[in-house]
């Protein structure tokens, strides 16, 4: 346990001041919204939504920058942060959502349990906190681009001729389509799986636009430019604390 902790605190200690900023910015967003929930009858999430939404807000924005720098405890905000947006996503479930809901049911809160067990087994061998990064061949990265586009038309077309026809736009469709793939290499450590994050979170961006929430608009920008930060953290990573990797 204090070893748990310990590196949850060198972790923490290795935020920039732009991303306490960030944090910052999603604290007073989502307070606001919370606010909002409380006060506005016509609010587009009740009061006691908007305190999960709250939580998945913060907890949220420190796990991808946790796992943006390799860091194993991102996994402990992985964890909640999952959790209540799944909360958000059934309460949302007709608006067009319910492949992200799936995703997040189905894949990501198993996942988050098992990448935090196999990622502790394979630590980097000066900073204990962090894990080891990998990266893919090319023949890899054509395989998985594939199986996206496959899986996302499958999951598009199942989903509305048989439960039903809002319950899936093409964006959230290829959301979970990357989603799947993304977290299967951050499980497997490779930092391709920041190229998917990347292009899954424009994705999400713009989701949040056309049925706009103000809370996970600005999450999901945040995860935006973190990923960005994360692929070059990650690149880094490899290139030289890993050479075997290389």
Same mark, same amino acid.
């Given at each position: ?8 605190? /060198? ?16 604290? $007073? ?6 606010? /909002?929930? $409380? ?36 996994? $402990? ?17 007709? /608006? ?11 894949? #990501? ?47 598009? #077309? ?17 959301? $979970? ?23 899954? /979170? ?20 945040? #995860? ?23």
């Amino acid at each position: 346990m204090n070893l748990s902790v310990k590196n949850l605190s /060198d972790s923490i200690k290795e935020l920039k001041w732009y991303e306490w900023a960030m944090t910052a910015v999603m604290i $007073f967003i989502a307070g606001i919204s919370v606010y /909002d929930g $409380f006060t506005n009858p016509n609010s587009y999430n009740p009061g006691w939504l908007t305190i999960i939404n709250f939580i998945s807000a913060v907890c949220g924005v420190f796990c991808v920058f946790l796992t943006a720098k390799a860091a194993v405890s991102n996994f $402990f905000f992985a964890v909640i942060n999952t959790f209540v947006y799944i909360v958000f996503l059934a309460y949302h479930r007709n /608006d067009g959502f319910t492949g992200t809901l799936i995703l997040e049911c189905a894949v #990501y809160a198993p996942m988050n349990i098992i990448s935090w067990i196999y990622w502790a087994k394979h630590r980097d061998d000066i900073q204990k906190h962090k894990t080891k990064a990998k990266k893919l061949t090319i023949i890899q990265c054509a395989i998985f681009s594939v199986a996206i586009v496959i899986v996302a038309l499958l999951m598009h #077309y199942c989903l509305n001729r048989y439960i039903n026809p809002r319950a899936s736009t093409i964006f959230d469709s290829f959301i $979970f389509a990357i989603g799947i793939i993304a977290i299967t290499l951050e499980l497997l450590r490779y930092r391709e799986q920041y190229v998917l994050w990347i292009i899954t /979170d424009v994705i999400a961006v713009i989701q949040y636009i056309q049925k706009f929430d103000a809370v996970y608009f600005t999450k999901k920008s945040i #995860y935006l430019i973190v990923a960005v930060i994360g692929l070059i953290n990650w690149i880094k990573l490899n290139r030289e604390r890993n050479k075997e990797n290389v």
